[in-house]
């Protein structure tokens, strides 16, 4: 875990900066993903790692800085995106109007909205009706992350005991205003336990978990298309070809 990290760790600083960063694991069913993700006692993945990052690094520029960070977390579900926060428990509502200069359009979960997958004004790729939430520490955010991913769907089959069944995706902003100059600056971080590829046939799934199963493929097989055109440098990427 330590070497996986140490991997990665600086794209916590670039996040910080103001830039975009996007971690996930891939592979087949069984792999390890989810253990690579998200560890154990004592053995912590790249998340509660990149989750003590975040929170060291902005402990080091407080005295140049105020920092708002806020946490969402989602799942896509077959071809579905649900919000792991809504119901998950006590929710926080909006920031204080002390921060309120730092962080647009915060949202609390009153109620359940379809979410959709949208670019703003400035162009950034936004999850709407997705519930934010504000952490002021590393801890606030690893029990966000924690209440998250006890809504996950899991379940059973021939190849994993605990196979996951979706995408589990922690969304992390971090939004910094330097206190001398005023300028503002807005970064995330992405972490993604992706659900595994799998055949059909070793994993003995029926009913509505074939389902699943083929949906997951689908969305592996896109992003895969993705990073192909990524790589190649092509003119057109297919982001569109799946959620």
Same mark, same amino acid.
Not at 108 to 122: A, E, P, W, Y
Not at 183 to 193: C, E, F, L, N, P
Not at 194 to 207: F, H, N, P, T, Y
């Given at each position: 875990?330590?070497?996986?990290?140490?991997?990665?760790?600086?794209?916590?600083?670039?996040?910080?900066?103001?830039?975009?960063?996007?971690?996930?694991?891939?592979?087949?069913?069984?792999?390890?993903?989810?253990?690579?993700?998200?560890?154990?006692?004592?053995?912590?993945?790249?998340?509660?790692?990149?989750?003590?990052?975040?929170?060291?690094?902005?402990?080091?520029?407080?005295?140049?800085?105020?920092?708002?960070?806020?946490?969402?977390?989602?799942?896509?579900?077959?071809?579905?995106?649900?919000?792991?926060?809504?119901?998950? @428990? +006590? /929710? #926080? %509502? *909006?920031?204080?109007?002390?921060?309120?200069?730092?962080?647009?359009?915060?949202?609390? @979960? +009153? /109620? #359940? %909205? *379809?979410?959709?997958?949208?670019?703003?004004?400035?162009?950034?790729?936004?999850?709407?009706?997705?519930?934010?939430?504000?952490?002021?520490?590393?801890?606030?955010?690893?029990?966000?992350?924690?209440?998250?991913?006890?809504?996950?769907?899991?379940?059973?089959?021939?190849?994993?005991?605990?196979?996951?069944?979706?995408?589990?995706?922690?969304?992390?902003?971090?939004?910094?205003?330097?206190?001398?100059?005023?300028?503002?600056?807005?970064?995330?971080?992405?972490?993604?336990?992706?659900?595994?590829?799998?055949?059909?046939?070793?994993?003995?799934?029926?009913?509505?978990?074939?389902?699943?199963?083929?949906?997951?493929?689908?969305?592996?097989?896109?992003?895969?298309?993705?990073?192909?055109?990524?790589?190649?440098?092509?003119?057109?990427?297919?982001?569109?070809?799946?959620?």
């Amino acid at each position: 875990q330590d070497e996986v990290f140490d991997d990665c760790k600086d794209l916590v600083q670039s996040a910080i900066d103001g830039y975009n960063v996007t971690m996930f694991a891939y592979g087949q069913t069984g792999a390890g993903k989810t253990y690579t993700m998200y560890g154990s006692p004592g053995h912590e993945g790249t998340t509660p790692r990149t989750i003590m990052e975040i929170f060291r690094v902005i402990d080091l520029g407080r005295d140049r800085f105020d920092f708002v960070v806020t946490g969402s977390i989602l799942e896509l579900y077959r071809n579905d995106l649900v919000d792991l926060l809504h119901n998950s @428990g +006590d /929710t #926080k %509502k *909006k920031q204080d109007r002390s921060s309120s200069i730092l962080v647009d359009n915060l949202t609390c @979960g +009153d /109620t #359940k %909205k *379809k979410l959709n997958i949208r670019q703003d004004k400035s162009g950034s790729i936004i999850v709407e009706n997705l519930i934010e939430e504000q952490c002021s520490s590393a801890d606030e955010l690893m029990q966000l992350l924690e209440r998250g991913n006890a809504q996950r769907t899991v379940a059973a089959t021939a190849m994993n005991s605990e196979s996951s069944r979706s995408h589990l995706v922690l969304i992390v902003k971090v939004v910094s205003v330097n206190k001398v100059t005023g300028a503002r600056r807005q970064g995330k971080i992405i972490t993604v336990d992706l659900a595994g590829s799998e055949r059909l046939k070793k994993s003995q799934v029926e009913a509505h978990m074939q389902r699943e199963a083929i949906e997951i493929n689908k969305s592996l097989s896109a992003l895969g298309d993705v990073i192909e055109a990524l790589t190649k440098g092509s003119s057109s990427i297919p982001y569109r070809n799946h959620k």
